[in-house]
């Protein structure tokens, strides 16, 4: 169905492989397309619980956009292309269930980005992290220079987004960018070994886990605390929280419905 993109559903853990190996799996207009298309599928896929995105090959996650695109890109083209990845990354970010980000080669430019609006980003020890837009005579444009300050601190994403120099795998575990860093034959591995952890937890309380979380830097610490509050007290109502409960007291391990 789609060129780009490969997407597997195994149980309720999804797979989102970026199909462009011979670009390095790089963002062109057609892969923008078609992962708007994928979205709107996943959006409406109740039985999700959480999905895992990598790079088809060994060499990139995904090594930027397409050169040959920015070629004629103008401030017109440039805003809406801008604009519709920024839309298509926020919806990974927000989307109803956890993304896991397993990079298994480069992530620059707009990979970077894709990544950083994954809710966790595990790599391998072959990865290198950049932002090297400064060196085509442009910023990033894909929601970078918001997620990545939030991510790892202001000055060390000033100096990557200014610089435009790559960071291996250690140096992204050792600022917080990624969190487990793994050998290249075990990260697909790890990868579905962590989804179908987090999808063995109950699923409501982990989409408001991952809302409550997501919206903690934004406004101030008190409209958090009562989003933290209100969500924690829709999350009591759950028929999964009786089961957790239940499950604990009674030394057993719960079965989650998602209601």
Avoid: W
Avoid at 105 to 117: F, I, P, T, V
Avoid at 216 to 236: I, K, M, N, V, W
């Amino acid at each position: 169905m789609y060129k780009t993109l490969i997407y597997e559903k195994k149980e309720n853990v999804g797979l989102l492989t970026i199909n462009r190996p011979e670009k390095m799996n790089a963002i062109s207009q057609e892969l923008t397309a078609e992962l708007s298309l994928l979205l709107d599928d996943i959006e409406n896929d109740d039985e999700l619980r959480v999905m895992v995105i990598t790079g088809a090959g060994d060499k990139a996650f995904v090594a930027g956009a397409d050169i040959n695109e920015l070629v004629d890109r103008d401030a017109r083209s440039g805003r809406r292309v801008s604009r519709e990845r920024q839309e298509i990354f926020s919806r990974i970010e927000n989307l109803h269930v956890p993304v896991i980000a397993a990079v298994n080669g480069y992530a620059l430019g707009g990979g970077l980005e894709l990544a950083l609006a994954c809710s966790i980003r595990i790599c391998s020890e072959k990865a290198q992290f950049g932002a090297p837009e400064v060196k085509l005579g442009i910023i990033p444009g894909d929601g970078g220079t918001q997620r990545l300050p939030r991510l790892v601190g202001q000055g060390r994403a000033m100096e990557m987004i200014i610089t435009g120099d790559f960071i291996d795998a250690q140096e992204a575990y050792r600022i917080g960018l990624v969190n487990k860093v793994f050998p290249p034959e075990k990260l697909k591995e790890e990868a579905m070994e962590l989804a179908k952890k987090i999808a063995s937890r109950p699923p409501l309380a982990v989409r408001y886990a991952k809302e409550a979380v997501n919206r903690s830097q934004e406004g101030d610490t008190a409209s958090g605390f009562a989003l933290e509050s209100y969500l924690h007290a829709l999350s009591c109502t759950t028929e999964d929280k009786k089961e957790g409960v239940s499950a604990f007291l009674e030394k057993r391990r719960g079965k989650f419905k998602g209601k």
